[in-house]
């Protein structure tokens, strides 16, 4: 068809929000449109010389489209970019800034597994997963993507109101000689030297230790 | 905190601030990269990826890159802006105290240049010689964590 | 012109714990306000780009005769510093200061530390000295001077557990300030010991 006039105004905050390295992107509709506007989607390997079309992502109105396995080999970066369309007129193209999936991406807390005895609690930790596309595809946790990972493991005795912080490369934790018969909350952290990537503490686990036999 | 991380090359080893590398870097990184419009082109990752290199020419690569950017990158990225200039400036000392220890290396024959290595820095000055020195030195300052990440 | 403000005079670096201060001698000028600029060059400028001199990130136009230049110092190369005065459109010459300051130099303090016993744990409490500190904590149980541990701690935003005590046996701590940047420790911190809660029917 012949090149459309393209007076559309453009979509906005084109921009990766990623988790775990699933990269998704995500983008304001063009100021003053209602509803009705269409979109669609080409991503690019920087370096490499072609844009390509998403194809999930062409005619879509949703403003968010999932890159995460176009995007899925940390050791490129990318870029992406969207337009818009509206009654016969479109947008210009686009972009975002370049993304790297390795540096631009959160991570979500570890994991945390308690258990107790009448004084002591143990703390198995686990990092999240990297995105996978489906359930049968082999499994790699942050751990292997993040080789420097280690865990920031907060540990509150709920009676005392006292607060001990540890900080540990493995991912299991045990703290002996505590008092019977009262709770214990953990949380933790992880904490990434280089690149400098820190997870949120994860929500309190908390458990009591048995009562003195 | 300054992150520091010890790279070993054979006996030889160099303590690198990647931590202060990276946060100076992080700092310019979309100022540096917004002034880069050629997507189509990489001076260190395309079309062979540092990630190919044998184990051991790394230190032989990694030495040709700080000094390619000591020698090359830094000088002509000066800006405007004097913000990115001071962190372009605490990127370039650091990396020339890197290199200095680097270069020790080389001196105690623990940094020995392969075929390989030697063919694949020519690749990257090939990339860097095929654009004016501005855009050239510019992109290269842009792919700065593409070497931090393969280092690490 | 220039000639009739003179340069700033006595210049020297002041570095505690890698936080630099560049101080000089005030110029005085009876009934007016004199401001100062500075600039630093590090060795890269020195010897790959002409000996250029970048003004520092929070020193232009102050009227103190300090300047925190810990920002600007951050490579563990010789910088070279310089101060010129200014009174409105009037500038003195630049005054540099005679040498050069590594970072590697700075001075460090040890640690302020408390060492806690909470029922049998080892605990270390450790004032927070700026993100590029780090600690090496020893601890033993007193008597076994030959059986030392030690511990590297980062991140000082509370109690740190050190170990588990055995009953009523005493323990010590003490702790220096080290930066990996420059590969450098303190002396150590004075020794504290705490003693372990006792037996453990005590929880009754």
């Known amino acids: 068809s012949g090149q459309l006039y393209c007076s559309l105004p453009n979509p906005r905050n084109v921009r990766f929000e990623s988790i775990n390295m699933k990269n998704v992107l995500h983008w304001s509709a063009p100021e003053g449109t209602g509803d009705g506007v269409l979109y669609k989607v080409k991503y690019a390997v920087y ?160 458990i009591a230790t048995l009562k003195d036999k | 905190t300054a992150g520091v991380k010890i790279f070993h090359f054979g006996a030889c080893r160099v303590p690198v601030s990647m931590t202060e590398i990276r946060a100076g870097f992080t700092a310019i990184k979309a100022n540096i990269q917004s002034r880069d419009p050629i997507r189509t082109l990489s ?64 001196e105690q024959n623990n940094c020995v240049c392969g075929e390989e290595s030697t063919e694949r820095f020519k690749q990257i000055l090939a990339n860097y010689e095929g654009l004016n020195v501005t855009s050239a030195a510019m992109k290269s300052l842009g792919e700065l964590d593409i070497l931090l990440d393969w280092m690490e | ?102 970072r590697a130099t700075t001075s460090l303090t040890p640690p302020l530390l408390r060492a806690l016993a909470d029922g049998h744990h080892l605990l270390v409490e450790l004032a927070d000295m700026g993100p590029t500190l780090q600690f090496q904590v020893l601890y033993w149980r007193k008597g076994q001077e030959s059986r030392v541990r030690q511990k590297v701690v980062r991140e000082v935003s509370s109690v740190v557990h050190l170990d588990t005590m055995e009953a009523g046996a005493e323990y010590c701590v003490k702790a220096q300030t080290h930066v990996e940047a420059i590969n450098r420790s303190s002396s150590f911190s004075p020794t504290q010991c705490v003693r372990a809660q006792g037996d453990t029917s005590v929880w009754l």
């Open chain 1, 47 to 206: 370096g490499v010389g072609k844009w390509i079309r998403k194809p999930e992502c062409r005619n879509i109105n949703r403003t968010w489209c999932d890159l995460s396995s176009e995007t899925s080999d940390y050791e490129e970066q990318y870029y992406a970019s969207v337009k818009a369309f509206l009654n016969g007129t479109c947008s210009d193209w686009m972009e975002t800034t370049r993304f790297n999936p390795l540096t631009d991406t959160k991570i979500d807390p570890p994991m945390v597994s308690v258990s107790s005895t009448d004084k002591s609690i143990s703390i198995i930790l686990t990092a999240p997963e990297k995105w996978k596309g489906s359930p049968e595809e082999e499994s790699i946790s942050l751990l292997q993507v993040y080789p420097g990972l280690q865990y920031n493991v907060s540990v509150l005795n709920k009676k005392t109101k006292k607060r001990w912080f540890f900080s540990i490369n493995n991912n299991t934790l045990v703290v002996p000689w505590l008092e019977p018969g009262t709770v214990y909350c953990v949380s933790a952290q992880i904490h990434v030297t280089t690149p400098l990537l820190d997870s949120g503490f994860s929500e309190e686990h908390c």
């Open chain 2, 43 to 106: 001076i260190l990752s395309h079309p062979h990826s540092l990630h190919k290199v044998k184990s051991s020419d790394r230190c032989c690569i990694t030495h040709h890159l700080f000094t390619f950017y000591v020698d090359k990158v830094f000088k002509h990225c000066r800006t405007e802006d004097s913000f990115v200039n001071r962190k372009i400036s605490s990127i370039a000392n650091s990396f020339l105290s890197a290199r200095r220890k680097l270069g020790q290396c080389r």
């Open chain 3, 1 to 102: 012109g220039d000639a009739l403000l003179p340069a700033p005079q006595s210049i020297s670096v002041l570095s505690t714990n890698m936080k630099h201060f560049l101080t000089w001698s005030p110029v005085i000028v009876q009934g007016a306000t004199v401001r100062y600029s500075v600039e630093f060059q590090g060795e890269y400028e020195r010897e790959y780009a002409n000996g250029s001199w970048i003004p520092t990130s929070e020193c232009s136009l102050t009227t103190a005769t300090v300047c925190n230049i810990t920002e600007d110092i951050s490579a563990t190369v010789a910088y070279r510093l310089r101060v010129r005065a200014e009174l409105g459109a009037t500038r003195s010459p630049w005054g540099t200061m005679k040498g050069f300051f590594n």
